[in-house]
């Protein structure tokens, strides 16, 4: 079992940008596809980007194409969300999670989560 700890929310005025990391601890990333989804109040946890074990596949909602950027880094056994452009619709609680296959898209199974770190963006 991986544990998880996302970092990097907090307020930003819309078209700003965060980066969110998720460190992990307990045992290496490197044979786990990684994703982050997002959850706000009164709508169901939402896949928002995926990487392959090695970073060279990745998905995307719809809704963060072209703004949002996931990333890798395996020697530091860290995941990044780099958000551009942000969106009030954007606000929501953002979690990390390991999947049980090298590949991860919006239905990959995941294994373990993080808590979680809250972005809201402002209009």
């Known amino acids: 079992q991986v544990q998880l700890v996302e970092s990097g929310g907090g307020l930003v005025q819309a078209g700003g940008s965060l980066r969110l990391s998720c460190a992990a601890s307990?045992?290496?990333?490197?044979?786990?596809?990684m994703g982050w989804f997002r959850q706000s109040p009164g709508k169901e946890r939402e896949f928002v980007a995926g990487?392959?074990?090695?970073?060279?596949?990745?998905a995307y909602a719809d809704s963060v194409k072209g703004r949002f950027t996931i990333s890798r880094d395996n020697a530091k056994n860290t995941v990044y969300l780099q958000m551009n452009s942000l969106k009030p619709e954007d606000t929501a609680v953002y979690y990390c999670?390991?999947?049980?296959?090298?590949?991860?898209?919006?239905?990959?199974?995941?294994?373990?989560w993080g808590q979680g770190t809250q972005v809201t963006v402002s209009s």
């Open positions: 307990g045992r290496t990333l490197g044979m786990s596809g």
């Open positions: 990487i392959s074990v090695r970073g060279g596949s990745t």
């Open positions: 999670a390991a999947a049980l296959t090298p590949w991860a898209a919006r239905t990959t199974k995941y294994e373990d």
